[in-house]
Structure formats: structure tokens, C-alpha cells
């Protein structure tokens, strides 16, 4: 079966302080890997994706994820947040279905 | 800007109501989705459509009810919900059919559906 865990339920972070943000799957074919941003009161925003190639990938607004496929994981970083990043954020899976995490709330105090 | 649209983005209907919310994505997608989110949890799958049929339904209930008149709009019909159905409904399309479920999922900003 496939699965997606987030084990940040909610991170709280001053400004300019790095992030990373966990994000482990269970399946044993290929995945497509994604994180998705949800701002308060917005829709849900692609932040990048995973096919294939480079396992370091850039996506908009300076993240970046990295998919270690021995650890089957795609963690999220930014090396300095800002309060504006303040959101949800849900990474996804996609392997015979498309599956989400649970979320992790991200908080930036000014 | 997203390029999934969706109306009305509120909507307030009592439990004898008929009412439907409505979905356009102007990316030539050839799927599209309805999923069901509740504040700060994921959102969960509802109906999958693929070349305007019907793919997947995760066994919701019949008051609930997809339509997809064309390969551009996706509606939801809503009929005798209950308190509990009170959500905000997202509305995604992706590339498809071929890989459905594998590619990224464009979102629309969601209709806040509250049931009294």
C-alpha cells in the first residue's frame, strides 16, 4: 500500500532561521514527487515537483526539495524564511494513486 | 493566478437544498478532480474524471453527485447534506488520462460550502 507521512505537525520559526520539512512515502515502484503550499485563505499552490533526473530540485519563492530514494524521502528546505512564508504545506505522492500528507503548519514570527 | 476557476466561492445551503458548484480550468487538462478539505488537513479525493467519464469515486455518498459536461467544466451537484458536509471543495485538473493520478495537480481557490 502507499503512504505519505509528515512528521512536522506545526513548525514555528523566527525570520531568517532555515527550514526543512519531512516528508517519508511507502511504495515500492517509481513516485512523482510534489509540495504543495496553502497561504491562509488561498488555494493550494504547486511549490515544485519530482520526476526524475536530479534529486535536488528548485521550485518558486527559493525552495527546494531533495528526494533520497535509499531513505524514501523528499524533504523540503529554505535556507532563510520569511514571515510571508507562513502556510500549510502538504507534500504528495503520486505512484499507482496521488496521495497527500497530513500537513505541516508552518508559523514565522516577524 | 490560477487558471482552475471555481463558483461560487461561498455558499451557505440548508439540509432540504439542492444546490451545485461549479469547476472550469482553461489548461486543456483532460482530468479533473473534486476533492473535500476540512481546515488544516489535507485534502481528500472524492471523484476522479478522465476524458469526461467518470475513473474514480471513493465511495462517496449519493448526496453527492459529479457532472462533467465537457472537457473543460466539472460540476458538483449537492443534494440533502448534512452539518458535517460543511467544507471547502477544491477542484484540481492534471494532464491525463494516460499516468492519471502521477502528474501534478493544478487547484482552484475552492468553494466554503456551509451546510445548516
Known amino acids: 500500500a502507499q503512504s505519505v507521512s509528515q512528521h512536522n505537525h506545526h513548525v514555528i520559526l523566527s525570520e531568517a532561521a532555515s527550514l526543512e520539512l519531512g516528508c517519508n512515502y511507502s511504495y515500492g515502484g517509481t513516485v512523482n514527487l510534489f509540495w504543495y503550499v496553502q497561504y491562509p485563505g488561498q488555494h493550494l499552490q504547486l511549490l515544485l515537483k519530482y520526476f526524475s533526473g536530479d534529486p535536488l530540485v528548485k521550485g518558486i519563492k527559493g525552495f527546494e526539495a531533495e528526494f533520497i530514494k535509499s531513505k524514501f524521502s523528499f524533504n523540503l528546505r529554505k535556507p532563510s524564511v520569511q514571515w510571508s512564508d507562513t502556510a500549510e504545506y502538504f507534500c504528495a505522492v503520486a505512484g499507482n494513486q496521488f496521495y497527500f500528507g497530513t500537513g505541516t503548519s508552518l508559523t514565522v514570527i516577524p | 493566478d490560477t487558471e482552475v476557476t471555481q463558483t461560487p466561492k461561498h455558499l451557505v445551503m440548508g439540509m432540504t437544498n439542492k444546490k451545485s458548484l461549479k469547476c472550469e480550468q482553461h489548461m486543456g487538462h483532460r482530468a479533473m478532480y473534486w476533492y473535500k478539505q476540512k481546515a488544516k488537513k489535507p485534502p481528500e479525493l472524492m471523484f476522479v474524471?478522465?476524458?469526461?467519464?467518470?475513473?474514480i469515486n471513493e465511495s462517496v455518498p449519493s448526496r453527492f453527485s459529479p457532472e462533467c459536461p465537457n472537457s473543460s467544466l466539472l460540476n458538483l451537484h449537492l443534494h440533502a447534506l448534512q452539518p458535517e458536509d460543511s467544507a471547502l471543495y477544491l477542484c484540481?485538473?492534471?494532464?491525463?488520462?494516460?499516468?492519471?493520478?502521477?502528474?501534478?495537480?493544478?487547484f482552484g481557490p475552492g468553494t466554503r460550502l456551509t451546510v445548516t
Open positions: 474524471y478522465s476524458y469526461e467519464k467518470l475513473s
Open positions: 484540481a485538473s492534471s494532464q491525463g488520462p494516460s499516468g492519471l493520478l502521477s502528474y501534478e495537480q493544478y
